[in-house]
């Protein structure tokens, strides 16, 4: 009685752990498909606001900003409210037919323009609404008309919300205000719907910014979600997507059930990407919210999709299979453990175990005998490698599948050196799959043991070439700037933060330079930012060009550089003669004229500089020392060099 107790027992934590390593299992290959959809989900956005952005000023440049439009603006400067409004008649009459007969049909909802004071001059959604001041309700406005840049993102307004575009409109020196094109987000799915396979789309708007702003008279406009009080959706009668999701069973239940999720509450609050897995029906779908912000950093709203994800009720069956299975096997296993004498009967639950996972399992699985040949493949090998059974039984697996790399080819392999020692294996290596690609696998390698003696390895693997590409391109992402592909600012922080902590052992000086470009902003103000963009860009390979390759060069921020410099001796002023010498060779580089796209520019470049030798100067310091150089140089009348 008290074995049978002890076995029960056994088998109950057993199962326990086992269950909770499997939930665990689960919960990780749910959410690889969920992250999956939401980065699908954010990439596709980024090209399709990216692609309207193009569209946009297309339209900007070389439809709408006319010379009698740009004469109508010009003559508003200075014009009575009588004379302001026939001028605005004009220019309703004039670009009318271009915003009713291809603007609205390319989905573009407004065509807004604004006088120079910020003041809405024109709706050609409503064109007896105007007058009113937007620059202290609208950042995209008071950022185009204050620094008179291009300015894009989403927004709330007075009437709509929308995905803006604004450009500021100068003629011959003189301002004349912005203008405004803005889309629904109707328009922004009609293209994700290409690029995506959600069943329905959603855009949640967050009251603090888009329906709080707008007129009185029109809040009714909107209307309160289902999903969350804090956010809104457009009125069905304005949006289609609103009607929709107001009238699809489906989407009510759902919707119902994610807003009595606490776990979505919370989520909704953090204004970050997530995605929700939901069981109905026998059904499986994937909740995506995909956050977007306003030109200020603050939550517009969620973009939101629904799609239909079969792969979650595959993985729920499997895992309840595997849960049967899996209690199934410990019972065999403690039963087994309790008829320990019966060794043959335990052999083959063993084996009808291994069998029964290794089938299940979505991870590839080869039996592999002492010399390295294939006695037994899984179905999920065949799916991963592309081979045919008949193909891999017998064939030598070092020969047929692994790879080395040039680096390591002389180097024997640890695969089939653990095989032959009898040893475990867990590392990253490279297989060839039936077509010739190189994938990344992990390995999990253990001997296979019978009757106490081995008689080959289980070999265990999953691809993980597409875990690798994304963490590296994340990691990119995070270190190097996107424009320039120099270090950011985060990674410079990191090298100095690490150079100063080796200047503490060494004594060793080193240095830093702060490089800002002397009058940059003319440069995007004149020939635009594409001009700008490729100035940055010949920057930093002319630096990468003319400094050492030991040395750290970053794209700080804007139109400022900052090069961390070591190893330039023991001695204080020699080292900071030769940091000198270094900032009068960048300076000389400069005086070179930049050719930018079809033309010469000049630039010069202020450069302040400051040594430091140990830990007496934090991070912080040393950044403002050179930061302070700088501007000393900019004061007293740019393109000198200041060593501080």
Not at 5 to 24: H, R, V
Not at 220 to 228: E, G, N, Y
Request: with cysteine.
């Amino acid at each position: 009685m008290k074995q049978i107790l002890l076995s029960f027992s056994l088998l109950g934590i057993l199962y326990l752990l086992f269950f909770l390593n499997s939930y665990a299992v689960k919960e990780r290959e749910i959410q690889i498909i969920l992250d999956g959809k939401n980065q699908s989900l954010e990439s596709s956005y980024k090209a399709v606001t990216q692609m309207y952005r193009i569209s946009i000023e297309n339209y900007f440049k070389y439809v709408i900003m006319q010379p009698h439009v740009i004469e109508i603006l010009r003559r508003s400067l200075h014009a009575s409210e009588e004379e302001k409004a026939l001028l605005r008649g004009n220019l309703y009459r004039s670009l009318y037919p271009l915003y009713q007969q291809e603007l609205v049909i390319h989905g573009i909802r407004q065509l807004h323009f604004h006088t120079e004071k910020g003041e809405s001059f024109l709706r050609f959604h409503q064109p007896n609404e105007n007058g009113d001041l937007l620059i202290d309700v609208r950042a995209t406005i008071k950022k185009a008309n204050e620094e008179r840049i291009f300015v894009s993102g989403f927004e709330g307004g007075r009437i709509y919300p929308g995905f803006r575009y604004v450009y500021p409109i100068v003629d011959q020196g003189t301002f004349l205000g912005t203008v405004e094109l803005s889309l629904s987000y109707e328009r922004i799915v009609a293209e994700l719907s290409k690029l995506l396979n959600a069943q329905h789309y959603l855009l949640l708007l967050n009251k603090e910014t888009t329906t709080d702003v707008v007129f009185e008279k029109h809040q009714d406009h909107f209307v309160p979600s289902m999903i969350s009080e804090r956010f809104m959706i457009e009125n069905p009668s304005i949006s289609s997507l609103s009607d929709q999701a107001l009238k699809s069973p489906l989407l009510i239940q759902i919707n119902t059930l994610l807003r009595d999720n606490p776990r979505v509450q919370k989520l909704l609050a953090y204004h970050k990407s997530f995605s929700i897995p939901l069981l109905l029906e026998h059904q499986g779908y994937s909740i995506n919210f995909y956050p977007i912000f306003t030109i200020d950093d603050r939550l517009g709203g969620y973009v939101t999709t629904y799609d239909c994800a079969p792969e979650l009720v595959d993985i729920e069956n499997k895992y309840l299979t595997i849960y049967l299975l899996g209690f199934l096997t410990l019972a065999i296993f403690t039963f087994g453990l309790y008829l320990f004498l019966m060794q043959r009967k335990r052999i083959v639950l063993e084996k009808i175990q291994f069998e029964t996972i290794v089938t299940s399992t979505v991870n590839g699985v080869m039996l592999l005998t002492n010399d390295g040949a294939i006695r037994f493949v899984n179905a999920a090998t065949l799916k991963i490698l592309g081979y045919r059974e008949i193909d891999m039984l017998g064939a030598n697996a070092h020969r047929l599948i692994h790879v080395h790399p040039q680096s390591l080819d002389q180097m024997p392999c640890p695969i089939m050196e653990s095989i032959a020692h009898h040893r475990s294996y867990v590392g990253e290596e490279l297989f060839r799959t039936a077509q010739g690609e190189h994938i990344f696998v992990h390995v999990n390698l253990t001997p296979f043991i019978q009757e106490n003696r081995s008689v080959g390895s289980v070999m265990i693997f999953r691809n993980i070439t597409e875990e690798k590409k994304a963490k590296e391109a994340i990691e990119h992402l995070a270190y190097y700037d996107s424009l320039t592909e120099l270090p950011n600012r985060k990674l410079l922080l990191d090298r100095l933060n690490y150079t100063v902590a080796m200047c503490a052992r060494s004594h060793e000086y080193c240095g830093l330079l702060f490089i800002d470009l002397d009058n940059f902003k003319n440069i995007n103000d004149t020939l635009g930012h594409e001009y700008g963009d490729a100035l940055l860009q010949h920057v930093a390979k002319r630096l990468q060009k003319t400094l050492r390759h030991c040395d750290t060069i970053a794209r700080f921020g804007g139109d400022e550089f900052v090069v961390l410099i070591t190893q330039l001796g023991l001695d204080e002023h020699p080292s900071k003669e030769q940091l000198r010498r270094i900032a009068h060779k960048v300076l000389k580089e400069f005086s070179k004229p930049f050719y930018l796209i079809d033309c010469d520019y000049r630039c010069t470049a202020s450069i302040g500089g400051t040594l430091f030798w140990d830990n007496s100067k934090t991070i912080n310091d040393i950044l403002k020392d050179a930061d302070i150089a700088m501007y000393a140089v900019k004061k007293s009348g740019k393109n000198e060099i200041n060593i501080a």
